[in-house]
């Protein structure tokens, strides 16, 4: 088979994965995009490593173990993502990475979370007008 | 062999003899069959990250994962194909459909899945892509994989190989997995339960520990509305 057909396609993944990346607004499907961009890469590691494994003499398929791990890497990196923004949801209610503007909590003046913590510092009488 | 005796062995033979025995305008049946493929797994790529539905974006994404599956197979990477089967079809698009879920996507078209930076990302992933694909082809234009012979990437080779010369990396992996399970629980738990435990351990606190218990779901509510 020509190398050039997996490196292209590997590319053109690649390519729509940044685009995704760059153009999307929910989170979620940002770290969809993410996906593909390591699968992207992961076709190129596979592709090369065949290509290695019958033209060197010696080879220590390391692109498919490298394949291996960045799969490994990539269910962590979408668990951890995943609850990253579960929690951002949790606390701000969007998941729109357009209107995650602040970086703290605290200084959001109409944020959903910023009078929780108020009340939460603050005493009963605070807390008596929160619930009403 | 050294690696350069390797690289001006391949410098010797590779072009001659690929040259003689491959043909740019006859393709090879894998050749088709991974092109047809290509072609569907990269249309599917396409619809993922411009279709408006959350939901049909993550089914799309199962396509094109399935399709490098396929693709691994065509490289005779079995083994690198059913693992990703089995992860990315199996579970990390489960994970993203849930996320959805739970993140209260809309059901059906969503007018603001795309921002307002979509032009310039088209022209960046345009211009990345002629780049990319314009060397790429110039680069390997006289390179063929040689698919005959015993599998490069039957089960056998790949777990030789992991576990001769990739023993450290694969457990050192393993712990990152632990750490990253512990990070995603630590992360989706409630802080609200933390606060609660803390204040239970100290028995100073008790008393302030029912305003807080009680403020609770009141603050997850807000949150979520």
Known sequence: MHLAYPAVLSALLFCTGLYGVLARRNAILVLMSVELMLNAVNLNLVAFDVWLSKTAEETLHSGQALTLFTIAIAAAEIGIGLAIVLAVHRNRGTADIDKLRDTSELHDPDGPDSDALAAEQSGEAQKAEATA | ?225
């Open chain 2, 1 to 225: 062999m050294t690696l350069a005796t390797t690289a001006a062995h391949l410098t010797a033979h590779a072009p001659t003899a690929a040259a003689e025995t491959h043909g740019f305008l006859s393709p090879t049946g894998v050749e088709i069959a991974f092109l047809l493929v290509g072609l569907v797994t990269f249309g599917a790529a396409i619809v993922t990250v411009t279709t408006r539905q959350l939901v049909h974006a993550a089914l799309w994404l199962v396509v094109t994962l399935g399709g490098l599956a396929v693709e691994y197979l065509l490289l005779t990477a079995e083994f690198i194909a059913w693992v990703q089967v089995l992860i990315y079809v199996g579970s990390v698009v489960v994970l993203l459909l849930f996320g959805l879920m739970l993140t209260r996507a809309p059901i059906g078209r969503s007018p603001d899945a795309d921002s307002g930076n979509r032009w310039a990302a088209l022209t960046v992933a345009v211009a990345a892509a002629a780049a990319l694909v314009w060397v790429v082809v110039d680069a390997f234009r006289t390179t063929w994989i040689d698919l005959d012979g015993p599998a490069a990437g039957s089960t056998e080779a790949t777990g030789a190989s992991l576990f001769q010369n990739w023993v450290l990396p694969f457990e050192a992996l393993s712990v990152l997995l632990l750490a990253a399970l512990v990070g995603a629980i630590v992360l989706s738990r409630k802080a609200k339960a933390g606060a609660a435990t803390a204040a239970e351990s100290t028995p100073a606190a008790r008393s302030e520990k029912s305003p807080r218990s009680e403020k609770g779901p009141r603050s997850e509510k807000e949150g979520t509305s």
